[in-house]
């Protein structure tokens, strides 16, 4: 059964479109808040949310909803989806709410939903959810006397602040460290340059003046060009560059050369295996993670698993296995010794921490492995249309998969998170850009 309000990361859409809509948020407020009403007693609902305009609207709408079926809300303002997760186990919440559509363009947004361990929810959970969104809403509210209230908390950035820091070494320091911090003008315009000035090092802050249009604006990790440029015109030792809510990270050396997700995991996994962090000796990625990660893992003993695109499929099969490092090359590093979910503040700490320990600079250590090389391509289409159930297409993406053979690798799907095909393809580059077009094109002809 498909999903009508929900993608792979929580529901997200043009703002004031289906399903990003305001009558939407409060059906969900309503639903989700009858779904974790499950005892005698208050209940509690924590909310976080990026710097889009509409975030005002998205939450004034959730508050609704939520309070009207006799749960608390406190709301923390401009802040990361991790630290929502973080502080929905803190407080003892019973759901835990960001509203942001990551690394969207500002008119779009989202809601992602925690459960009280600070986790994801399941497709299982969203599919109840949505069963009650669509259902009768005005059963079961709660009494005059027994409605949720709202409440402002004040120091949840200076909580989460403190979080981020425990997870870094007490015998390590930042100090004598330059370091270009760019917060996309998101959720950690804040929190992310106090982190790494507290740790002693000099920061030089940019992506830090969100005016409600501009997240992700020509910055931030889906951007990284500006940061870039300013650690080579700074003479920075390293860039590091969020995603609009804070759960992404790309760094660039100090020669201003860009290090993805896969990087990351590999020198983390490296790291941690020669420390004994690493458990099972494996990690895990997604279909779109490149396989030269998956030669270099192999060649150090270290398993790579892949799963689905998205975060949370991640963290799940994290979950199944118990292993205790994953992500995306996108951005996404996830480590639940720290963090229920991805956060890019402590997965830059992390690769500081292994900086420090090696003490070379960052060009020698992040550069791990050779990309096989990859070529990745958005085709916009139109929203409600599905052209990988056609067959031009369907015949295009098996005559690429007959091109690339045993030496390449071919990755088609929809994004569930915008109207984009997204076609992957790795191996020989004359053959993968083939083999790229060929499906592009396939997929342009359907919804010309």
Not at 119 to 131: M, N, P, S
Not at 260 to 282: F, M, N, P, V, Y
């Amino acid at each position: 059964m498909g999903k009508k309000y929900f993608g792979t990361d929580g529901v997200r859409g043009l703002t004031n479109s289906f399903p990003m809509t305001a009558e939407t948020a409060l059906r969900l407020g309503m639903a989700a808040g009858k779904h974790f009403v499950r005892h005698s007693g208050r209940h509690s609902v924590v909310i976080g949310k990026d710097t889009r305009l509409s975030g005002y609207m998205i939450e004034s709408a959730l508050v609704a909803g939520f309070t009207s079926v006799g749960m608390d809300v406190f709301q923390f303002g401009p802040l990361p989806t991790p630290a929502v997760a973080l502080m929905t186990r803190s407080l003892r919440a019973d759901l835990g709410v960001m509203i942001t559509a990551s690394h969207n363009p500002y008119h779009d947004n989202g809601i992602k939903l925690f459960g009280p361990d600070g986790k994801k929810l399941d497709d299982k959970t969203e599919l109840k959810i949505e069963k009650r969104m669509d259902g009768g809403l005005t059963e079961k509210l709660a009494a005059p006397a027994d409605l949720g209230r709202a409440k402002r908390i004040d120091d949840a950035q200076a909580r989460y602040v403190e979080i981020v820091k425990s997870t870094f070494p007490r015998s390590q320091r930042l100090s004598g460290l330059r370091i270009v911090v760019d917060c996309a003008n998101g959720a950690a315009y804040k929190v992310a340059p106090t982190v790494f000035w507290e740790l002693g090092a000099d920061v030089i802050p940019i992506g830090v003046e969100p005016n409600g249009f501009n997240v992700n604006e020509e910055c931030g990790s889906t951007a990284p060009g500006r940061m870039c440029k300013e650690v080579v015109k700074y003479r920075a030792d390293l860039g590091i560059a969020l995603d609009g809510d804070g759960d992404r990270l790309v760094l660039c050396d100090e020669k201003g050369r860009v290090i993805d997700g896969d990087q990351i995991l590999a020198l983390l996994a490296q790291h941690w295996k020669k420390t004994g962090e690493l458990r099972h000796d494996a990690i895990v990625g997604t279909v779109m993670s490149n396989l030269g990660l998956e030669q270099f893992l192999d060649s150090q003993g270290i398993g790579l698993e892949r799963t689905k695109v998205g975060d949370r499929y991640v963290s799940e099969r994290m979950t199944e296995t118990g292993i205790n490092l994953g992500g995306e090359s996108s951005g996404h590093v996830v480590m639940p010794d720290f963090a229920p979910t991805g956060d890019g503040l402590i997965a830059a700490l992390q690769v500081l921490r292994v900086l420090g320990d090696r003490r070379k600079p960052a060009s020698d250590v992040l550069q791990v492995f050779q990309p096989a090389p990859q070529l990745l391509e958005n085709v916009r289409i139109k929203r409600g249309v599905a052209p990988l159930e056609t067959e031009a297409v369907r015949s295009a993406i098996c005559a690429g998969e007959k091109q690339l053979g045993d030496a390449g690798r071919l990755v088609v799907r929809a994004s569930g998170t915008e109207p984009v095909i997204r076609v992957m393809a790795e191996g020989d580059r004359k053959v993968i850009s083939a083999v790229v077009g060929s499906i592009r094109s396939a997929i342009e002809a359907t919804v010309a």
